[in-house]
Structure formats: C-alpha cells, structure tokens
C-alpha cells in the first residue's frame, strides 16, 4: 500500500494498480503541491461534507468518471449533481474492486456547505480502507472518542491518520490518547497548520508518539508512505 498524503486531510492510497483519493482538498489549500487534475483515481473516499474534505470532488470524480463513496446523505447530494455516486452509512463495509471501505464513527459536523446556507449531510465518520493485507484508518475529523478503544481492538490497522489541529477536531493531547486507543502501527498526524487557527507542530507530536513507543511519521504534501 502506497499512502500519498496532499495535505490537511487529503490522501491518494494505491495498491495493486488501483487508486483512490480520500476527502480531496487541493484548490484552496495554501500547502498543498498537487492540483486537483492531477489526481488519477477510480474512486473518491469521504469523511464529510465540510469544504476543507470535499473541495474537488467534482473536478476529480468528472475527470476519472470516478466513484464518490459517502455516507448516504452525502452521496445522493454528489449524485444529484451527476456524479457517480456508492452510498454508505456509518458501521457498513463493501468491498470495492480497489478494497475494503468501512465507515467508523466519527464525532464532528457534517453539514453541506452552499451558497444557499448548510444543508444536512448526515454523519461525519472515520474510514477503515483495506487494500491487499494492509488496513488503512481516516479519522476524518473527530473528537477523541472511547469506541476508538473498540475501533484498535476489533481490527489490525497498518497506519492512522489522525487529526491534530484541536479547534474544529482533537488536537494533540488527545490525539496521542488516540493514537494509544486504536493501536495503529504508524500514524499520520493531519488537519494542521492549513489554516492559523489549526496550527500546530508536527514534530512535537511525534515525539509524543514515539515516548509512548508508537511510530509517528510527519508527512509533508506530496510525500509518499509504502508499507
Ligand atoms: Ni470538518
Ligand atoms: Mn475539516
């Protein structure tokens, strides 16, 4: 499994010759160094319908005739607009071509943002992406949550990625608690430093992980993690 991450929560995982993107949020994101017509993917993976997680579903699903797979509120929102569209809901898995998807909880908003006002975009949640032997856990945007516990002891995830930003997610303390709780054998940090309001230190959240024996890695937009 290769796991490019494009900046705050955005991810481009591929395994076996298949590609897929997770909450892509390219145009309008200062740090990242890819745009949204580079990406090449069957299908695109989101958390929720925040901005900052859905900014170039269009542009990327269009190009790639690619598949939206989102909770059902979500996904009939992009279907309407003429997207290809997979819904699913929170606890659900289906295995796709490219992998397995399995929607965890997640604690957070999910409203649709239009120039019409919010419009209700169902649950946020976390996703579980299992691609050849290796499993893949989004946290999307949470709070630090207990079924995190469940989420470490029920499954064998290779790499988390989890929010750090605090403000609109968790931030570091608990994220490190989270970290701990879903037993991940590396973890990511994301959803930081887009924005001033969200600015933190990577670096020092490694070392955090690493005092509690957990592997960190700080990937900066464009870079690469092969497990
Ligand atoms: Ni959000
Ligand atoms: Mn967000």
Redesign the pocket.
Known sequence: MRITYHGH?TFVVEHDGHRVAIDPFLSGNPLAVAKPEDIEVEAILLTHA?A??VADVETIAQKNNATVVAVFELASWFGSKGLNVHPMHLGGSHVFPFGRVKYTLAFHGAGIETPDGIFYGGNPGGILLTMGDKTFYHAG?TALFGDMKLIGELNRIDVAALPIGDN??MGPEDALIAAEWVRARKVIPI?YNTFDLIRQDPEAFVKGLAEKGIEGVALKPGETLEI
């Open positions: 929560s925040h900052d997680h945007d609109f997610t959803h």
